[in-house]
């Protein structure tokens, strides 16, 4: 794991408790050290602060994606606004932690990012009920098409460009079109783990999926069900 923090106090504690949980960690203090040390040993996943001076955690997450580089990315950010948010998705970024946190939440988010990065395949067993594992390469609903080994996807003719994340909730939307899927299903099948009701983390993917998604004078694919979850189709 490589570790990029500016924050002494806050990259030592991080450091050591990361450790203690079985990680071997490179840690260093900024986000030019991240690049350099990113191209010379690439790392399982990196955790990377937003703000860091010279080249920060949104700069880093640009030049990697841009170099084909799918290194799962969990950003760290003491930025709360939905659109600061965005913007580390926009990025290539896979998910978030808001500072101050739990290091529980980070351990649980980065053991997520890994399950999806190498998942097992015992963990299909534990799949809920009536939704489908995912082994078809092509699926289609709702005029939308993606190639799930390839890891592309299309609205029409247009592809969409989607992060790790993002593909992974579109895939469980289309092979379950029409269906309602509850938030904790969603969280479990794309975080593996249910973040709780405060939680505005899939409220903002699903936010930036429609901008990627929606079209001017097109019908909208993705509706919100309130108090119970979310559910693709062409309406």
Not at 76 to 95: F, M
Request: aromatic share 6%.
């Amino acid at each position: 794991m490589l570790l990029a923090e500016d924050d002494r106090a806050i990259r030592h504690a991080l450091e050591r408790a990361l450790s203690l949980e079985g990680y071997q960690v490179t840690a260093v203090a900024d986000g030019v050290e991240a690049l350099a040390q990113a191209h010379k040993t690439p790392p399982d996943v990196l955790l990377l602060d937003v703000m860091m001076p010279g080249i920060d955690g949104l700069q880093v997450c640009r030049v990697l994606r841009a170099e084909g580089d799918r290194t799962p990315i969990l950003m760290l950010t003491a930025l709360v606004e939905t659109a600061d948010r965005i913007a580390g998705l926009d990025a290539g970024a896979d998910d978030y932690v808001v500072k101050p946190f739990d290091v529980e939440e980070v351990f649980a988010r980065l053991r997520a990012l890994l399950r999806r990065t190498s998942p097992d395949p015992a963990a299909l067993a534990d799949v809920p009920k009536g939704l489908p594992a995912a082994s078809d390469r092509q699926i289609e609903a709702a005029g939308l098409r993606m190639d799930v080994q390839a890891r592309r996807a299309w609205r029409g003719e247009r592809e969409l460009e989607l992060t790790r994340t993002e593909f992974e909730l579109l895939e469980l939307l289309v092979r379950n079109a029409g269906i309602v899927l509850d938030h904790s299903t969603i969280y479990d099948r794309i975080w593996g783990y249910d973040f709780g009701p405060g939680s505005k983390n899939l409220a903002v993917y699903v936010g930036y999926l429609r901008r990627k998604l929606d079209e001017p004078g097109a019908p909208a694919l993705i509706h919100t069900v309130r108090g119970v979850g979310y559910v693709l189709r062409e309406d």
